[in-house]
């Protein structure tokens, strides 16, 4: 008798998700749209100084109600 696995369907939404993503990123390297990883660092990093101040306070005025 086989064994069933329970339906999750939180992981079979991030795995049809994780997919479409691997499929627009292979898209992008074919095409040569793909911006070089430096870029992709320094995008990161700029927008973590931005947000992240934000965030902070945002999750220290929800703790103290």
Do not use: C, H, W
């Not at 008798?1 to 992981?11: I, L």
């Amino acid at each position: 008798m086989a064994k069933f696995e329970k339906f999750d369907a939180g992981n079979q939404i991030r795995g049809l998700t994780e997919a479409a993503r691997q499929i627009i990123a292979e898209g992008l390297i074919r095409d040569g749209k793909m911006p070089p990883f430096d870029q992709v660092v320094a995008a990161i990093t700029e927008t973590q100084k931005e947000y992240r101040p934000r965030i902070l306070a945002a999750r220290q005025k929800k703790s103290a109600v």
